[in-house]
């Protein structure tokens, strides 16, 4: 695997490989990487001559200060992972390298209205600041495909319509969420909860899933009325839990084919996202 921090070594190494007629397939992270993060690039792999992975901990998508700076950042694990599984270019550029020459952080506000809505309305200026650095890197990679996992469902959204507006020529790939045995949805986050958080965790899929289970009924109602209930109580605090169309994030009353139920909770001091298809 080549390791490059220079956004112009990076760029430049794309283009000799697209030169080749080689097929690049991308896949951008944060770092800390799980098992998720490894299924995309394991997908990437499968549809796609050159996988190339980027680790960027993105400033701008950040609206908690602490947050940003409590991110874990393991990168040689990492990068054993990487090239454990294949991995062929990682560009892991410092944030000078990204905003030291005046990048200009994007707006999302005309998205559509889904952007302001559930993690938009959670976290002020977290998308303009995935946009921007999405754009960035879709740049400087030119990729053919790029593959997300479902977890950050919203995300997904977003960069699928960044992509139908500037970059019309990369295919996007929504990959499926990636769990642990009891449930629980992989992230990077995980490792921030307490031995007894964990043990709990898994209520934030068992009530997704039995939404899920119920949806065809109007016993899916009583359902959410129920999660609502225990994923807001101790020492789980319930930001939303909304049931709603997949596409445009329309809250919705009764059965339809395109829906979707999206969580957010705050488990000690981790905040989990999860959703699941209905």
């Known amino acids: 695997m080549i390791l490059i921090k220079n956004s112009q070594t990076f ?29 995309l690039i394991k997908s990437a792999r499968q549809k796609c001559d050159i996988v190339v992975c980027s680790i960027f901990v993105n400033p701008t998508q950040f609206n908690v200060a602490s947050d940003l700076t409590n991110y874990p950042r393991p990168i040689e694990k990492d990068i054993q992972l990487l090239v454990h599984e294949g991995c062929d270019i990682l560009f892991h550029p410092e944030v000078d390298e990204i905003y030291g020459n005046g990048l200009v952080k994007d707006s999302s506000s005309d998205f559509g209205s889904f952007i302001h809505l559930l993690e938009g309305a959670s976290r002020p200026g977290h998308f303009d600041g995935v946009i921007t650095i999405v754009k960035k890197l879709f740049q400087l990679c030119e990729p053919k495909e790029v593959f997300f996992g479902q977890k950050d469902y919203q995300q997904c959204l977003v960069v699928e319509t960044l992509i139908q507006r500037n970059f019309p020529n990369i295919v996007f790939n ?103 298809l209905l």
């Open 11 to 39: 760029n430049a190494l794309i283009k000799e490989k697209k030169a080749k007629n080689l097929k690049i397939g991308f896949v951008p992270t944060m770092g800390a990487l799980h098992a998720g993060h490894l299924s």
């Open 174 to 276: 929504l990959c499926p969420i990636l769990r642990e045995e009891d449930g629980l949805a992989m992230s990077s986050r995980n490792i921030r909860l307490s031995a007894e958080e964990r043990k709990i965790s898994y209520k934030i899929y068992k009530e997704l899933k039995n939404l899920k289970d119920n949806w065809q009924t109007q016993q899916w109602e009583i359902a959410l009325k129920n999660a609502k209930h225990i994923l807001n109580e101790a020492p789980f605090k319930l930001e939303y839990l909304s049931v709603c169309n997949a596409k445009t994030f329309d809250s919705i009353d009764n059965f339809e084919e395109n829906a979707i139920a999206l969580v957010a909770v705050q488990l000690g001091n981790t905040r989990l996202i999860d959703n699941i």
